[in-house]
């Protein structure tokens, strides 16, 4: 294990703070320090303000996700659909065109794994098991510095790490060393990847990278920064509210709008720990009720949630009428509602609405992370799916997408998620839809202004350089923004083109 002093210069190298001639970047605000978590974390020495950057992170080693659910594309433009997908006759690889055979990514992939003696022929590798093996593969082009620095990260070991390399073994012959190091790789990518997101709405193979700095951040439910990829991979991580000297720089392993027991129980199958942070220890969640499920009692309007959130065998409790319910019948209403999520068809807009505003409120509160969830769903599609576009939608669902907007944002705020990614994007759909309502009625547009322009103008703060923010961002807080002198008719020809 290296000790604080020595992680710390491995990431001012990799950080490039050595580097930069410029002056740009010499130093952080932040150390590596001993978290109170236990462990290491880091520590702000500064105080720092909302919205800025903490450091710019890059990938030790990126390619596609090792799950069984992720769908396979090109191992070098990621791409999901083509009619000309082929193996290359190398290293089993999948590719989509020649093209993307010659690029210097996939050469180097192939001159890794045509070292190899096969036990098989090219026929019977299944491209599923090379491409969630890719990854790890890569670690072998890593130098010295760059591998100890990998070694150093947290990493679980247990058995179920590492199948990708167990079956890759099958196919090849892979010398000790290096089976070795991609063990190592894989343990360090369990612990630490990040998943890459996408340009907006393009639909392609999901990407993890082994961001070594973003990788010490340790959890909070409720975190203090969020983080953004560009085109080139590199992940910005930005703080989402002031953070004081001394406190410790906190991400989110979970996702943000998940209920207690959701966020816990994930953490603890892939990171292997307890989170005990106060959203955790508060049953209502800072008042939000994302895990609350409907009184058994027939008359009661009430809410049961856990009695003990930091059990994860708690009984519940109704909130108004006291009834006791036990873990495990929490457990068999929780299984129902997942299998009945199941059925759920995610990209049929009429379905969602159905079930979000008829059938689901017959099971759940609608503070339950399910409802919020398909609320999301629906506020992504509402002015954007087929047959939901700007000019189709009813003054009603209009309307519904305005306030589905509004109520997630409260539920951010409860929370106290300061400036998080999902707030960006919903000030971004909010000021749409408000766009939408001034343009359908001109002389509503000075009433409504106002908002229009803080909602663009903060969602574009929030979003700006990240890749997956939708792609007129900018054309709208030009044209809708504070400060555009263009006359109403104008500023409003974004939205009929
Ligand atoms: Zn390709
Ligand atoms: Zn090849
Ligand atoms: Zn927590
Ligand atoms: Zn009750």
């Not at 993307?100 to 050469?107: A, E, I, P, S």
Request: with cysteine.
């Amino acid at each position: 294990m290296l000790s604080l002093e020595q992680l710390s210069l491995m990431v001012k190298e990799h950080l490039g703070f050595y580097s930069y001639a410029d002056g740009i970047q010499h130093y952080s605000k932040w150390n590596i320090c001993e978290s109170t978590l236990g462990g290491r974390g880091l520590i702000c020495s500064e105080d720092i303000m909302p919205g800025e950057v903490l450091f710019v992170d890059h990938p030790l080693i990126c390619g596609p996700r090792a799950g069984t659910i992720v769908q396979q594309g090109c191992t070098v433009c990621c791409k999901l659909e083509s009619d000309t997908f082929f193996k290359c006759p190398k290293c089993a690889l999948l590719l989509c065109s020649e093209k993307c055979q010659k690029t210097n990514t996939h050469v180097e992939d192939c001159m890794l794994i045509s070292r190899w003696n096969k036990k098989v022929s090219i026929d019977d590798i299944d491209v599923n098991i090379m491409s969630r093996a890719l990854t790890t593969i890569r670690a072998l082009m890593l130098n010295k510095n760059q591998r100890q620095f990998m070694a150093s990260l947290q990493a679980h070991t247990l058995p179920q790490h590492g199948s990708e390399i167990r079956n890759l073994k099958d196919y090849f012959d892979i010398p000790e060393e290096e089976e070795e190091l991609m063990i190592i790789a894989c343990c360090a990518l369990d612990t630490n990847a990040f998943q890459i997101s996408t340009s907006y709405g393009k639909k392609e193979m999901s990407i993890r990278g082994l961001y070594p700095v973003a990788g010490l951040m340790n959890h909070c439910c409720v975190p203090n920064t969020r983080y953004s990829y560009n085109t080139d991979r590199q992940m910005t991580v930005k703080a989402v509210k002031p953070i004081r000297a001394g406190t410790e720089i906190f991400t989110c392993y979970t996702g943000v709008l998940w209920g207690t027991p959701a966020r816990r129980t994930h953490l603890f199958k892939t990171k292997h720990f307890s989170c005990k942070c106060d959203r955790c220890a508060d049953p209502t969640e800072r008042g939000t009720l994302l895990a609350a499920l409907k009184c058994f009692s027939a008359e009661c309007p009430g809410c049961l949630l856990p009695i003990e959130p930091l059990k994860s065998s708690s009984a519940w409790k109704c909130i108004q009428c006291n009834l006791r319910v036990p873990y495990n019948n929490i457990c068999a209403i929780q299984a129902a509602l997942g299998s009945l999520m199941g059925t759920l068809d995610f990209e049929n807009v009429a379905e969602l609405e159905n079930f979000l505003l008829h059938r689901f409120t017959k099971y759940i509160p609608r503070t339950n992370q399910i409802s919020v969830d398909l609320q999301c769903r629906l506020i992504w599609e509402l002015g954007d799916a087929d047959g939901y576009r700007w000019h189709d939608l009813s003054q009603s669902r209009l309307a519904l997408k305005e306030s589905l907007c509004r109520g997630t944002l409260r539920i951010l705020a409860a929370l106290g998620a300061g400036d998080a990614h999902l707030r960006g994007l919903l000030l971004y759909h909010l000021h749409a839809a408000l766009a939408e309502r001034a343009r359908r009625c001109p002389d509503q547009y000075e009433e409504l202004k106002t908002e229009i322009e803080r909602t663009i103008d903060q969602a574009h703060q929030i979003l700006q350089g990240d890749i997956s923010a939708p792609p007129d961002l900018e054309l709208r807080r030009r044209y809708l923004g504070p400060g555009c002198d263009k006359p109403q008719e104008e500023r409003f020809f974004i939205l009929d083109a």
